[in-house]
Nanobody, 124 residues
Framework: QVQLVESGGGLVQAGGSLRLSCAAS????????IGWFRRAPGKEREFVAT????????YYADSVKGRFALSRDNTKNTVYLQMNRLKPEDTAVYYC?????????????????WGQGTQVTVSA
């Protein structure tokens, strides 16, 4: 079992920045792959970024590439999502999720564990 708790959401103006945190507990964090997803009002949940536990690589959705950066601190069992140059279309509830495979998953159905989500609102 893995428990995930997100924090760091809020209201920011377009062009601003936020850093989301995802604190994990339970299973050995070093063998847990983490993904970030988001759900905008009236839309399906979509992939944002992921970091498989097996290597230091990160993968991003095209819509956030170059603006968002995922990092993890295994000593703190925490994953971060630094979001820069935010746009109104980034407004959504952001979720972190986890799975135990070393594969790269962009399909949310393959993630076993989910946090409760944190709201990010970007005003124009």
């Amino acid at each position: 079992q893995v428990q995930l708790v997100e924090s760091g959401g809020g209201l920011v103006q377009a062009g601003g920045s936020l850093r989301l945190s995802c604190a994990a507990s339970g299973r050995n964090f070093r063998s847990v792959s983490i993904g970030w997803f988001r759900r905008a009002p009236g839309k399906e949940r979509e992939f944002v970024a992921t970091n498989p536990w097996s290597d230091g690589s990160t993968y991003y959705a095209d819509s956030v590439k170059g603006r968002f950066a995922l990092s993890r601190d295994n000593t703190k069992n925490t994953v971060y999502l630094q979001m820069n140059r935010l746009k109104p279309e980034d407004t959504a509830v952001y979720y972190c999720a986890a799975h135990s495979s070393s594969d790269v998953y962009v399909d949310d159905r393959l993630y076993q564990y989910w946090g409760q989500g944190t709201q990010v609102t970007v005003s124009a």
